[in-house]
């Protein structure tokens, strides 16, 4: 892979740096040897600038090396992981400003301790490998810090909302279906045209497809309402953001950048902000947030008001709790299940905080207390048994028997593909504190409609030996005791 024009010039100074200090040279003996000043050499050896050709054969000259050997982008061995860095489409395609870093401090780090970090960088990288992290995976998570440096608040997209809806929907009506298919044909030239999974086996697991070259938006005839209208919204969100750089499919068949992604997620964001507006939201949370019972069904009434997925509001909700509410110790979960197996998947996770939370785990068993999980459970009885259809709501307050943490999670189960018996629950998970206990009156005192529960991580790790929700030994455990153990004999040794 060719690097990258603007990385040229760093290449070129850990080349320079590290050929001056196998010669013995300091940079101001470089700088009397070559004609040039120690500031310019210094500037070189940082990657801010690139000699011209009579000033390379000057130094190539001066520490007595071909011209060729000094203009060649290969490293050393002990070097060559930053190489590989800069060939990668790390640096180039992830905005590192977005994150809090400037490019240009990242690039004097490289130039001043090269050795150190390509040993940091080929560590990564190896670990990424070991664990087949994908280039999608890291752009995701790079993603997720992004929103949680931001609590998942963004003004100027939340004002892009307002000025559609003042432009293009009455007063406090819903955007619908009917509405964003009519601008995407009026005034985005849109033709929209139905696939299902018969007729189309191959792209079953897309819910949409996006032709450019013919400006066909192709629909899975199998979405929900809900789902439909929501992607309906994100391609409103391309088009009125003017967001060209993007993904054609719904999931992603393949990424090519970061800023596919990140221009994904900020028409998604549109979406919300137009099919749940923040105003309407915060007043009628406020109105449930005053009560002192806690009510299922009544949050469950208000999720299906929006005419919105459990997954969409909780999302919606992680965008406006922390700025109007003053709630930002929380946490965003998903898990996929199929009816009647006891298997759950962690398919999405998003923390507002960096405390207690679900986090993928490699060969451990998810604490089966949580409600995430029985509400799944639960679920799937309800539909072998009672032939439900549609969701549940629950409520628990869960303390962590390792921490004391303690939060109070709500969990909303539905189906997810019915034709697969394949169900979903989303969870948003409130950190009990003060300032959550002063918003929410059902919390003080607790009310009798939310369950406690004593729960854990992963049952590997759980100490709690008459937990009758158990599924795998407590062999993490365990081991840790046995090192425990070691250590304390290890010191009592004279």
């Known amino acids: 892979m060719a ?33 040039l000043s120690v500031s310019y050499l210094t500037e070189i050896e940082k990657g801010r600038k690139y000699p011209k050709t009579d000033k390379i054969a000057a130094l190539a000259k001066a520490m007595d090396v071909d011209y060729d050997t000094l203009v060649s982008l290969k490293l ?28 240009s401090d990242l690039l004097e780090l490289l130039a001043e301790a090269p050795a150190k970090v390509s040993a940091m960088i080929s560590t990564v990288m190896n670990i990424g490998r070991s664990y087949h992290v994908s280039v ?67 792209l079953a697991a897309l819910r949409s497809v996006f032709r450019p070259e013919s400006g ?17 919204a994100r391609e409103v969100g391309f ?22 992604i990140l221009n994904n997620y900020k028409a998604s964001y549109f979406a919300g902000t137009i099919l749940i507006r923040r105003t309407d939201l915060i007043t009628r ?8 019972n806690w009510s299922n069904d009544a949050f469950l009434n208000l999720i299906q008001s929006f005419n919105a997925t459990p997954e969409r509001f909780f999302y919606r909700l992680s965008n406006l709790l922390p700025k109007y509410f003053g709630i930002d110790q929380l946490f965003f979960y998903r898990f996929n299940n199929t009816a009647g197996q006891t298997n759950f998947h962690l398919t999405k996770e998003m ?61 909303v189960a539905q189906p997810y593909q019915p034709h697969q018996q394949q169900n979903m629950s989303v969870s948003m998970c409130f950190k009990m504190t003060d300032t959550l206990k002063s918003k929410m009156r059902f919390l003080n005192p607790l009310s009798p409609n939310i369950s406690q529960r004593i729960v854990n991580e992963a049952c590997e790790r759980c100490g709690i030996f008459d937990c009758r929700e158990r ?6 455990l365990q081991k840790k005791r046995q090192v425990d153990a070691m250590k304390k004999a290890l010191e009592e040794l004279k």
């Open 471 to 476: 599924v795998a030994a407590p062999t993490g």
């Open 216 to 232: 066909t938006l192709y629909l899975n005839s199998h979405l929900s309402v809900e789902q439909k209208t929501f992607i309906l």
């Open 3 to 35: 690097v990258y024009t603007d990385h040229i010039r760093l290449l070129f100074g850990l080349k320079l740096k590290q050929i001056r200090l196998d010669k013995g040279l300091s940079i101001s003996e470089l700088g009397q040897i070559s004609g």
């Open 351 to 411: 923390h507002l905080t960096r405390q207690q939370g679900p986090k993928s785990m490699v060969d451990e068993h998810y604490c089966r207390r949580w409600v995430a999980l029985t509400i799944l459970q639960e679920l799937a009885f309800l539909q072998k048994n009672k032939n439900h259809v549609g969701a549940l709501c629950q409520a628990q307050l869960s303390t962590y028997a390792d921490t004391g943490n303690t939060f109070l999670i709500v969990s």
């Open 239 to 260: 088009q009125y953001l003017n967001l060209k750089i993007r993904p054609y499919t719904y999931s992603y068949v393949e990424v090519e950048s970061f800023e596919q």
């Open 285 to 292: 949370l406020q109105a449930i947030f005053d009560q002192t």
């Open 76 to 103: 050393s061995k002990k070097l060559e992981p930053i190489s590989e860095l800069l060939r990668s489409r790390f640096l180039t395609e992830i905005p590192l400003e977005l994150l809090g870093i400037d490019p």
């Open 136 to 202: 999608e995976r890291l752009y995701m998570a790079v993603l997720r810090s992004y929103q949680e440096m931001h609590d998942n608040y963004f003004e100027d997209i939340e004002q892009d909302g307002d000025r559609f809806l003042t432009e293009f929907a009455s007063s406090h009506s819903l955007v619908d279906e009917s509405l964003l298919s009519s601008l995407l044909r009026t005034r985005y030239n849109y033709k929209l045209v139905n696939f299902s999974r018969e007729s189309h086996p191959e």
